[in-house]
């Protein structure tokens, strides 16, 4: 079978989830993408040679909570895409990552791993909860390489003809070697929010750093956040530790009121039994306080599994 | 893996629907099915050689709005069948295509690729709009070619111990080089409707046409359709064009109030990049008159866009 | 693709079913599981050898109902696990079935197949309708054959931070050449249910039989059963003759009102066409009978069928 790949992931952990507001403690099977690295997927994609430098390419990838076998939602929530490719970039149709969201992921890929464990999780950045990491009927233009530059646009049709809320993102990167820098602003017409970050990479052998700035401009009534996060990676043989720190705070022009704050804690390892299969442990502590300074979140997670690609 | 395909098409178009009733008009991306030349799918399927020139035989074909990553329903909506063939023909059994809907599907091949864009589509024949493409739990018989000549019969079970609603439908055909003519019964006894279908396609060479003509004969409250379609595709080199046209008329007995009418105009041009991938561009326009000579339909489509197999 | 393996079956049949308490007989095409050999599947799984005598392996199974296309729920309802192995067993993280459900089905493998035609199904054994075959968010650990003798536990999180309710189940069993047995116990804290097995079965060569004791022990109002069921399968040549007998009572210490019985019977052929395709023929007759002697079920189930592996 030349003209497809099967392919996926499957992630398994088991850990604790204590809600220190509620009081309560529960013992979990965490299916990857709520309390391990990454959601379990399995997904088809593929490419083909058009000739005179174009290609054809196409994803389909479903995401599964696989402690139970229930698919998630949309079927292909992971990616449903249609690109062609050729010197000129690239272009591709349909449901995929915005390129807001690839810069957030960049700032926060050692941050324990851009996972459950990332300390900017479950709160700690607003941004975090209520923006789309992904849109459907999606034109995407992404530049090809230009002596290390490269820029992207996401363009989202609204197909409602009753209003205008077509969405869009944008990014301009520079990537050389073991350093990556990167611009991203997100505008989603529908909720009258509007995103930028910064974020940048470095990976000095023995450790690798990334941080992020991150903005969200809201309305009156739902504030502005000002979030920053920083990870770092340390590689040891099969080993690889990391930590990672997140901080956010939401102002409120209506009344001052609502100048909430978020922190989180993360930390992690790996162990890798192969390329394909790792162990690993992971630790988080996030807090949110609200405006008045009460806690609305205190929660510590933590929990040991295993992740397996095919 | 000998012993399964797994295979597929992603199709998404980026164009625009008017709705001159409503007067509305919707920039969209579509997801094949709804705006471009077919509905996106995977799907698994395979033969096996039982020897003494048996054969089984199944497939199983998810249907997808790859727009959005939605899954359609039923999860195998396109097909869901087990197979023996043999000297004898084909026995099938699940759900799958009517017989009547091939020759339906034969008679608008050339009608702008059976697509989103057939001048018949979206309300110009109301046969178009209510009868059953596929049946669930069906039993078919297809026979062998017999010196060009060839039947099918479908019957599918309503599993109802309370009513008499079993479903069925026959066809004959007849299809030497480049001609073929068939034609179809179709007797959905849950709904009264009944569908009778002529329809034809020779090839020319520099061009081929299809027609056909259908006949719905329903009750006294739904009235009866006769409806007429003619397409023709010209391919060259590497694109093809085609063009199509459909007119329906409804008429119904219950005081001869209910004759409609409706007509669609279709063009098409593909352009193949491969075998596999081809770039297209599609209009459609469709008026549906009711008795009394008001528009409750007139729609103006066109898109561009690309399909790609696998 | 050397990392999975995709697989699946179809299985669909035509048959009838009487239920002789209202009087009402259904002709219907069966998806497999509701009046066939077995649930139509289709899956991905895969194994890694990382070295040392260590494996990871994984296994996602989707359940459909080959009828009608339509997927069962949740997506991967068959199985959803990740395992790693090596000598010292296995431990599999997930959704897959219990070892109480493996050793209930070792006590049925000669009784027409483990099917829909097995005469415990459908109400004969209450434990059958309602005892929990497989459990999600679990962990399982299988000890390897150790001179004949295999063990396993399966412990399943709750995941409900406000009640204690995981479930669990042990296996234990001895199995060498053509014989086995094996007892095992299930409890699933949600419902107050325990279940246990005894279970053996053992081949002959020109026959092999099967048995097993199953106990129920509820609470006051749902009572406890006892269970029991034998079968024996005949081999001739691609032919394959099977029958089985089930009989339950129920027990209630509520007033001792609740002393229901149930019997079943039940009768198979299977014709292998190949390795992977078989024709078969199925009967089952059961009989429920509550405490006054009332019959609450009286069903007789016929079908012959196709079932394909790929």
Do not use: C
């Not at 994609?45 to 390419?57: F, N, W």
């Not at 209506?254 to 690993?280: C, D, E, Q, W």
């Amino acid at each position: 079978q030349s003209n497809v790949t099967l392919y996926g992931r499957v992630d398994l952990s088991v850990g604790n989830l204590k809600d220190k507001v509620k009081n309560t403690s529960t013992t979990q099977m965490f299916q990857g993408g709520e309390g391990g690295l990454t959601t379990s997927r399995w997904g088809l994609r593929g490419t083909e040679d058009l000739g005179g430098g174009l290609k054809a390419a196409f994803k389909l990838e479903n995401r599964f909570n696989a402690d139970t076998g229930a698919s998630q939602d949309p079927y292909f929530k992971g990616e449903s895409s249609l690109s062609l490719m050729g010197g000129f970039g690239e272009v591709k149709l349909g449901r995929s990552t915005t390129v807001y969201d690839d810069v957030r992921a960049l700032g926060q890929s050692r941050d324990v791993f851009d996972s459950a464990f990332t300390a900017s999780s479950n709160g700690v950045f607003k941004s975090g909860g209520d923006y789309t990491s992904r849109f459907d009927n999606k034109i995407s233009y992404y530049s090809p390489n230009m002596n290390g530059f490269y820029a992207g646009i996401d363009y989202a049709l609204d197909e409602d003809a009753t209003k205008s809320a077509d969405q869009y993102a944008l990014k301009v990167g520079y990537k050389v070697k073991d350093f990556e820098v990167a611009l991203a602003h997100q505008n989603e017409k529908g909720k009258q929010d509007k995103y930028t970050v910064l974020a940048a990479m470095y990976d000095f052998g023995a450790a690798s750093v990334s941080g992020s700035i991150n903005q969200r401009n809201g309305n009156a009534t739902n504030g502005d956040d000002t979030e920053y996060a920083f990870g770092v990676t340390v590689p040891m043989g099969a080993f690889a530790f990391s930590g990672g720190y997140a901080y956010s705070k939401t102002k409120s022009s209506a009344g001052g009121a609502k100048n909430g704050k978020g922190n989180g804690f993360a930390l992690g390892m790996t162990y890798s039994l192969s390329k394909r299969t790792r162990l690993y442990a992971g630790w988080r502590d996030v807090e949110v306080k609200n405006a008045a300074g009460k806690k609305t979140k205190d929660e510590r997670l933590y929990a040991v599994g295993v992740r397996h690609d095919f």
